[in-house]
């Protein structure tokens, strides 16, 4: 059932709620301010047939989302992230063709978001590993005073999540966490449910849509647990807009095309991302990925976000180099940087880990998580 639909059986039924003013918009409001925009467009001229494009288009990957994760007109759907980004514009969207709610978020706050869905009953939600790190940092007592036991399906994208994090929101939530790894781009789409992504940890699923491969420097496909660049066949041609260099470059001679991911596939054809190719470090000859570095420095009981880089080093190239934001600013300092340089070396080998930390008020994050890892590294390598 769609809105239209669901307008015409279910005016009052809210189609939008806006979790910090309550405010609250019915499926017939829906409709009505739809076709006020529909006759604003023919005062303009407009016509039917003519096409108008305000982020993306309406495609039939709202019913694959749909289908995939049981959406439906009893769905409650949070949305923590901003909708200027495609991924969550589109479930949201996803969200009202079937009649569902959706309960957004102007900007996340992890205790206003476990509010929410034990006030609003959510069924859905969709997130970005910082959010679960932020939730996870919450005191004990504010994690377990709200219920969120509506919750059906938590999907997380946009970034790697730490295993350590994603086994303890499944220990909390339940085996409600599904994860998938896409691009706006459409080249390929994989996913995971909880159930197997506990028998293997740290995937990002199977293709749905698309085939993976993984290729190496020489551009020739590599096997089962070997490390190299992600592509995919099999999807949407695309091209960036003004960018011909970098489109070329997306593509390589058997027409397949990469995000910039590294990673490999396993003996089942499970994806496992490694990082970002651009993210590597070489330091003494050896690559160095620092996602496995940021992974233990966010578990550390003090730490709120980390970056991990690459900055030149006269003998070896490159050296590791972390930023920490902290949770508590007055912890910074000579003491703390040589607690954290160690607690990554209890985890990980050595040349893997930070040989010098500095501190930070707040990491340049954007509002959908990612990281602007090149704004540390100009600074630093300037």
Not at 113 to 135: D, G, N, Q
Not at 199 to 207: A, F, I, N, S, Y
Request: glycine letters at 8%; aromatic letters at 10%.
């Amino acid at each position: 059932m769609g809105f239209r639909a669901e307008a015409l059986e279910h005016p009052d039924k809210p189609a939008i709620v806006m979790v910090e003013s309550g405010e609250t918009v019915s499926y017939a409001e829906l409709s009505d301010g739809a076709d006020q925009y529909a006759n604003y467009f023919r005062l303009l001229g407009f016509e039917a047939g003519d096409s108008i494009a305000f982020t993306l288009d309406n495609c039939p990957e709202f019913y694959a989302i749909c289908e995939l994760y049981d959406i439906s007109a009893d769905s409650i759907y949070l949305s923590p992230a901003p909708l200027y980004h495609a991924a969550p514009l589109r479930f949201n969207l996803a969200i009202l063709s079937r009649g569902g709610t959706s309960v957004i978020m102007r900007r996340f706050e992890p205790v206003a978001a476990l509010e929410a869905i034990e006030k609003y009953h959510c069924t859905h939600s969709k997130w970005v590993p910082t959010m679960f790190i932020r939730m996870l940092k919450l005191p004990e007592t504010a994690r377990q005073q709200h219920d969120v036991s509506s919750m059906q399906v938590a999907i997380h994208a946009a970034a790697p999540c730490p295993i350590a994090v994603k086994e303890r929101m499944i220990e909390w939530w339940g085996p409600v966490i599904n994860e998938y790894y896409a691009g706006t781009e459409g080249s390929g789409f994989c996913a995971v449910a909880s159930k197997d992504w506990l028998e293997h940890k740290g995937t990002v699923g199977r293709p749905l849509f698309g085939a993976v491969h993984i290729v190496g420097d020489d551009g020739n496909e590599m096997g089962a647990g070997r490390i190299g660049t992600i592509y995919f066949s099999g999807g949407t041609d695309f091209e960036y807009l003004n960018d011909p260099d970098k489109t070329l470059t997306a593509y390589n001679a058997q027409g397949w095309s990469t995000l910039g991911d590294v990673g490999y596939l396993d003996d089942e054809g499970y994806l496992y991302l490694t990082d970002r190719k651009a993210y590597m470090i070489i330091s003494g000859g050896v690559n160095i990925y620092p996602q496995e570095s940021e992974d233990v420095l966010v578990m550390h009981p003090r730490v709120a976000d980390a970056a991990v880089f690459g900055i030149p080093d006269e003998e070896m190239g490159e050296q590791v180099k972390a930023v920490i934001q902290l949770i508590d600013h007055a912890d910074e300092g000579p003491d703390m940087a040589a607690e954290l340089i160690a607690y990554c070396r209890d985890h990980l080998s050595s040349i893997k880990c930070p040989k010098s930390i500095d501190f930070i008020e707040a990491l340049p994050r954007h509002a959908t998580g990612k990281l602007y890892k090149r704004l540390l590294k100009d600074k630093y390598c300037s």
